[in-house]
Every structure is written in C-alpha cells, then in structure tokens.
C-alpha cells in the first residue's frame, strides 16, 4: 500500500469517527499531494507532509502562550505519517561507503554520491546533513 493509500484509508477512518482535526487535516494533505498526479509516489507525499509539518510548526511558534492543542495534534498526526530519518552516524556511514566505492574522489564528484544517497534512502535521509559530509568526503 503506498502512503498516498494509507492516507486515504486512514482519513475514511476519522471520517467514521468523527474525527474532524485529522479528517481535515489528511483531506487537504491529499488534495496538496494529488494536484500533480491521481496517484503520486511516496517521494511526493512525504515532501507535502514535511511542508505541512513546516506550516504548522511556524503557526504553532506565533501561538506561543495561546491555545495550540490543535496545532500539537495535527503536528502528531504528520508526523506519525514520516519515515524514521538516518541519523548523524548512519548519514556518515552511508556517505564513506558510496565515497569509498568511487574511483575519482574530487569534488566532481558531488552531484553523483548525493544522487546515489537518494536513491539508496529515498526519504529517509536528510540531504542537507548529509551535503558537509560529502563535501568533507570528497575533498579530504
């Protein structure tokens, strides 16, 4: 089952229990993950969640001291949506192998061990931790 799915399914269910905070909330996920595609990949959807996330985390910043209790459930329900990120030591592992592999290890390089992570962890890397230690990698 892909995300875009089980997001579906899951807003069918809080449909049924009434269930309005995610019903909304995964109502307008899937129109804003949709608009390109009827059936858009996993990539796709997880980049219009961590948008929302970004959203509501900036709205929940500006309510500072007023009632958010809203805005802390919708942040729960996207985030339980994200897949677990590779941590500091598993981005660094994960470069030195793919770096290790290459015959030319210059700073030409970059663009091709950044897309090799990619494609080894889709989403599940975070690409702006891993640009400094490809740098680091490819220049050291």
């Given amino acids: 089952m892909t995300l875009y799915d089980q997001l579906k399914a899951d ?3 809080a449909m049924k229990a009434r269930d309005e905070v995610a019903k909304n909330l995964l109502g307008t996920l899937l129109a804003a993950a949709g608009k390109d595609s009827k059936s858009p990949d996993d990539d796709t959807v997880v980049r219009t969640i961590r948008a929302f996330l970004k959203s509501v985390e ?3 910043g500006h309510l500072a001291g007023r009632d958010i209790s809203v805005q802390e459930r919708e942040k729960a329900i996207l985030e339980s949506y ?5 941590d500091e030591d598993a981005t660094r592992a994960s470069v030195e192998a793919i770096v290790a592999g290459l015959p030319d290890r210059s700073p030409r390089q970059m663009g091709k061990v950044m897309a090799e992570l990619k494609a080894r962890h889709g989403s599940a890397i975070d690409l702006k931790l891993a ?4 740098k680091d990698a490819l220049s050291g």
């Fill in 58 to 60: 900036e709205t929940i």
């Fill in 131 to 134: 640009n400094p230690m490809v």
């Fill in 11 to 13: 807003r069918l269910s």
């Fill in 82 to 86: 994200l897949p677990t990120v590779l």
